[in-house]
Structure formats: C-alpha cells, structure tokens
C-alpha cells in the first residue's frame, strides 16, 4: 500500500543490515533510462470521445523500473491531470496522515505479540522507538517495507511517488481518488481485537518469509506485464487464514473500488484526460478497476 510504503522508517545502521538508501548515481540513472521498459498494467478508458488512463502501480520497485516505456511516457504526455490515491505533495494531506498513523494510546499492546515485534524490528533493522510511535497494524507495514530491501525492492523507489515528481516537473495538477480517512479505514482494524489479531498474521508471514516470497512473486509479475498472474492473486495467495484478515481484504480492495472509480468517472466527465495510477491489486477480479471503468460506460482497453 501507498501508506505502508509512506510510514516505513529506516534505523539505525547495524552490521547486518542493508545499507542507507543513496540516490543512484548519474551513471546508475543512465543505465536505467537506457534500458527503460514498459513494466506494470495499462488500460486506456474512452468516453465521451475523450481518453484517460488507468495504470496499476507498486509501492517498492527496483531502480531498474523506474523509468516509463514509451507507451507509458505517450500515455502520461496525452492526459492532463495525474491522479493517486492520496496526494502526498498537499501539506493537509500529510498532516492528517502523521495523526491518523499515531500510535493509540488507549490501545494495550499483549506483552508477547510486543516481545514479537521487538525481536522483528531487531531482525529487520528498524528502530524500535520509532515503530512504537505508529498503529499497531502499521507496525507490521512498515517492518515489511524493510524486509523487502533485503530482496532489493526500494520504498524510495515507490512508482507512485515518482510519478508525483513527474507531475510536479511539468506542472501537471495532481488529485486524490481517496480522502485520508478512507483509506486509514480500509488499513486499520474495526476493533482492538482486530488490530491484534491483523498484527498476529501478519508477524507470521514476515517470520515464515511467506510474505517475502508474496510481494517477490507481485513485482516480478509486474516488471513482466504478467496480468493473469496478478488476476489470480487470492487464488495462490495463501493470505487469507482468519476472519480478520478476510475482513481486511474486503476492506483494503473491493470496498475501496467504486468511491475510486466514481471520482476517476467525475474527473473525466468534467473534461479532463486523467492518467490514474492506483496499486496493481485493485485492478484484479469483478470488482477491480478495469471492471468499474466498464461499467460506467467506459470503452476499456489493454495497453499492456
């Protein structure tokens, strides 16, 4: 997720830990614009004579992928206006979401699942003051953020975020398809004891490795275009153990789906040519995106 990538906090240096991130060099940054390729999924959506774009992002990549293909560089010099999730360049917009991931206070953390988490932040070099000062569920975002550095995926190198910077170097105008409230309600338990239980699930991926090996096979499948892959994703999954987690799955994907695709509709319809891109699982199953755009009225194409 977008915030997962966001709240993810590097600590301390420790001899087993992946180092700092650097900006890549001129020569790194020239490498991967010499090799750049169109990765991830693009739909074009036409109406009213006009056509916006949808594209399926992630949150960590590579270097290698952080530069558009030509057919995505055409589809973002032919739209308007970009639109994510949140727009992280509006202060207010950060400003809420600093207070929406605070730490509850009221919440009483089990002194085991807290004697778990210390010993993964320890594992995964992230420090552990820090964590504590982030929602219990955020705790386990952020600790897979620095776990999946070790497999060389980048949160600096989020593909949202990039484009936001290419949006603000030519002074594209950037919009939100959700409010900060939404989405801290499709990332958060509905109770305590949901909270807890989301957290205990996912400490055991992140201990198993499980979750490692799930975000590998995601971005490998993106960097291939490999849309049928993705499609299937509750299919090979194996992420859906408890009621917690089928209730957070509900909530982190089709519940979020229609306010997104109505707002992307009002966007359009209002006259703009909007490049949307949006994480790559809300693009999966009857209710993902693609699906939406179509259902209200939408002529939806495949690009790649």
Not at 61 to 68: G, M, T
Not at 131 to 148: C, D, F, P
Not at 207 to 235: I, V
Request: aromatic share 6%.
């Amino acid at each position: 997720m977008l915030l997962a990538a966001l709240v993810w906090q590097q600590a301390r240096a420790q001899n087993d830990c992946p180092p700092p991130f650097e900006p890549p060099t001129p020569q790194q940054t020239d490498a991967a614009k010499q090799t750049a390729a169109d990765r991830g999924y693009l739909w074009r959506l036409t109406k009213d004579g006009r056509s916006s774009y949808l594209y399926g992002t992630l949150h960590v990549a590579r270097l290698a992928w952080i530069f558009p293909g030509p057919q995505l560089a055409l589809a973002l010099r032919n739209t308007d206006t970009l639109a994510l999730e949140l727009n992280l360049s509006d202060p207010s917009t950060l400003e809420r979401l600093q207070q929406g991931i605070a730490a509850d206070p009221a919440m009483a953390v089990p002194a085991a699942l807290q004697r778990r988490i210390d010993r993964a932040a320890a594992r995964e070099c992230v420090d552990a003051q820090l964590l504590k000062a982030q929602r219990l569920e955020l705790q386990v975002s952020t600790l897979t953020m620095a776990q999946a550095r070790r497999a060389g995926l980048e949160p600096a190198y989020g593909i949202d975020m990039l484009l936001l910077g290419v949006a603000q170097r030519t002074a594209k105008p950037v919009v939100a398809l959700e409010t900060v409230e939404e989405q801290l309600r499709a990332l958060l338990g509905e109770s305590e004891q949901d909270s807890v239980a989301l957290t205990q699930d996912g400490l055991e991926e992140l201990e198993s490795g499980d979750g490692l090996r799930l975000l590998g096979t995601l971005t490998d499948a993106w960097a291939r275009n490999d849309f049928p892959t993705l499609n299937s994703y509750l299919q090979w999954c194996d992420c859906v153990h408890s009621d917690a987690e089928r209730r957070a799955m509900q909530r982190l994907l089709d519940a979020r789906n229609p306010a997104m695709a109505q707002r992307l509709d009002a966007l359009h319809r209002s006259g703009k040519r909007v490049f949307a891109a949006v994480g790559s699982l809300h693009m999966i199953g009857s209710m993902g995106l693609p699906t939406q755009m179509q259902r209200l009225g939408y002529t939806v194409e495949r690009v790649f």
